[in-house]
């Protein structure tokens, strides 16, 4: 039974280290997409309508992940190539913009270092094959989703339905699990809080989550398959009711304010992932 409740390693010390150090810089890209997105779906918007009434663009200039250079958001100054080193950087610069010496959020290593982590025990207990590299994929996308869920209470469709067909077509050889359980899978996770949804509407006239929350799921199911569905809700319910309670109790937090469910259906999609298998076993085992 012990074995139900560690990580099975399966990369060499290597490709784990190897790994680590990849993490640290694509949570340094992470950053980018998670502080970028949400304007850019903006700017979007803001020249639709614009565009749709006639009136001038608002936004003529380019603007994406790569384009313009980072800055400071306060003084304006270019970040360079030194001082964009993962968590080393921060560490040097003690927090603080090289320029205007204004502080940095903490958030930026914080991010880096999660990801390294990440990476790291992912390669560690899949390998370096298909399915650590896909397991790699299927956290950097939680980690960008469950950021900008929290700053925005938004679920961009350019990271749920690529991280939704991604597991459908990963799981064509049952990389995780056979194809069928992962079409199940999505089908039954849109649905599944797509009936919660208009329950809730319909009981309270008010809306209880958003339709990127039935998308996330839907992915969810894609990667992992239909039975791991019922762990995934209870764990992301568990934690959102625990995270809830406390933001209410220590932040003053107001009861009618929303809380965003995605990341904690992030949270419970990265256990099940990890320790899915073991949770089951042990489930089945105090049901029989």
């Avoid at 049952?174 to 996770?189: E, K, N, Q, S, W």
């Amino acid at each position: 039974m012990t074995e139900l409740f560690f990580l099975a390693p399966s990369g060499n010390a290597l490709a784990t280290v190897t790994a680590g150090i990849f993490g640290l810089l694509i949570g340094s890209f992470l950053n980018v997409v998670i502080y970028r997105l949400p304007k850019m779906m903006q700017r979007e918007s803001d020249n639709y309508v614009a565009q749709e009434s006639g009136k001038p663009l608002p936004h003529g200039d380019r603007y994406n992940l790569t384009v313009p250079r980072s800055a400071c958001p306060h003084c304006g100054h270019r970040i360079t190539a030194l001082e964009n080193i993962p968590v080393v950087s921060y560490l040097l610069l003690r927090g603080k913009c090289a320029k205007c010496k204004t502080p940095i959020s903490m958030r930026y290593p914080i991010v880096e270092l999660l990801t390294g982590v990440l990476s790291a025990i992912l390669i560690w207990h899949f390998g370096s094959g298909m399915a650590g590299l896909a397991s790699l994929l299927f956290a950097y996308l939680l980690i960008a989703m469950t950021l900008i869920d929290a700053d925005t209470q938004l679920l961009p469709d350019d990271l749920t339905l690529p991280l939704l067909w991604c597991g459908l077509l990963i799981n064509l050889n049952g990389t995780f699990v056979p194809l069928r359980d992962a079409v199940i899978g999505a089908a039954a996770g849109y649905l599944s809080l797509w009936s919660v949804y208009w329950l809730f509407k319909l009981a309270t006239g008010k809306e209880g989550m958003g339709y990127g929350d039935f998308k996330l799921l839907a992915a969810l199911g894609a990667w992992l398959g239909w039975i791991m569905l019922p762990i995934i809700i209870l764990l992301s319910s568990l934690v959102g009711a625990l995270v809830g309670i406390a933001l209410i109790v220590f932040s003053k937090h107001g009861r009618n304010n929303p809380i965003p469910f995605g990341p904690y259906l992030a949270a419970a999609g990265m256990i099940a992932l990890l320790f899915g298998k073991p949770i089951v076993q042990i489930y089945l085992g105090f049901a029989v």
